[in-house]
T-cell receptor
Framework: DSGVTQTPKHLITATGQRVTLRCSPR?????VYWYQQSLDQGLQFLIQ???????AKGNILERFSAQQFPDLHSELNLSSLELGDSALYFC?????????????FGPGTRLTVL | GENVEQHPSTLSVQEGDSAVIKCTYS??????FPWYKQELGKGPQLIID?????GEKKDQRIAVTLNKTAKHFSLHITETQPEDSAVYFC??????????????FGKGTMLLVSP
């Protein structure tokens, strides 16, 4: 158990809908990362937050957004969902979010868009 | 940006054999190289990492080597056991446009250890 928690574990929804994925980092970690894992693209970095502020952006679609709250938990919002958004979404956390900081992953949320 | 290539995509070995997974990276500024193990239905688990000031690191049956000149690094698992069966990912810490670094992952290697 990495200490990173994610809810829900599974999510099934329809195209055009909006969902929110939630992540709580390890105790003491200030930085949160979001990744998307699909069979053809592997693990793709989406976005990073540090202590409530956006720090880095990767291949995140404009339909997706995220935030980190004062209690350090983070939410990833996915809107106008398409079939191709079906994937595993992982949250990871690290102590200070600096290069070389170890990242610890949560168990993931499996999103299925029908 | 950073690009990480990982080979092979699948690897089958007999229990007790050694397994080697290789990765190359493109950004010479990368300086942190972790390896993750992902079991079915679980998130990636950090198993070992190496930094650019070190050429080799070992932890029991697992070792990682880094060749900065050639820009490649490898994971070595000795005396493999069935519980080593999983997907293994390499990653490199490259530079983002914002100036902060994040991880770029290889596509993964599915390791199957047969009893």
């Amino acid at each position: 158990d990495s200490g990173v928690t994610q809810t829900p574990k599974h999510l099934i929804t329809a195209t055009g809908q909006r969902v929110t994925l939630r992540c709580s980092p390890r105790s003491g970690d200030l930085s949160v990362y979001w990744y998307q894992q699909s069979l053809d693209q592997g693990l793709q970095f989406l976005i990073q937050y540090y202590n409530g502020e956006e720090r880095a952006k990767g291949n995140i679609l404009e339909r997706f957004s995220a935030q980190q709250f004062p209690d350090l938990h983070s939410e990833l919002n996915l809107s106008s969902l398409e079939l191709g958004d079906s994937a595993l979404y992982f949250c990871a956390s690290s102590q200070r979010g600096l290069a070389g900081n170890e990242q610890f992953f949560g168990p993931g949320t499996r999103l299925t868009v029908l | 940006g950073e690009n990480v290539e990982q080979h092979p995509s699948t690897l089958s070995v007999q229990e007790g054999d050694s397994a080697v997974i290789k990765c190359t990276y493109s950004d010479s500024a990368s300086n942190y190289f972790p390896w993750y193990k992902q079991e079915l239905g679980k998130g990636p688990q950090l198993i070992i990492d190496i930094r650019s000031n070190v050429g080799e690191k070992k932890d029991q049956r697992i070792a990682v080597t880094l060749n900065k000149t050639a820009k490649h690094f490898s994971l070595h698992i000795t005396e493999t056991q069935p519980e080593d069966s999983a997907v293994y990912f390499c990653a490199a810490s490259g530079s983002m446009n914002s100036g902060y670094s994040t991880l770029t992952f290889g596509k993964g290697t599915m390791l199957l250890v047969s009893p």
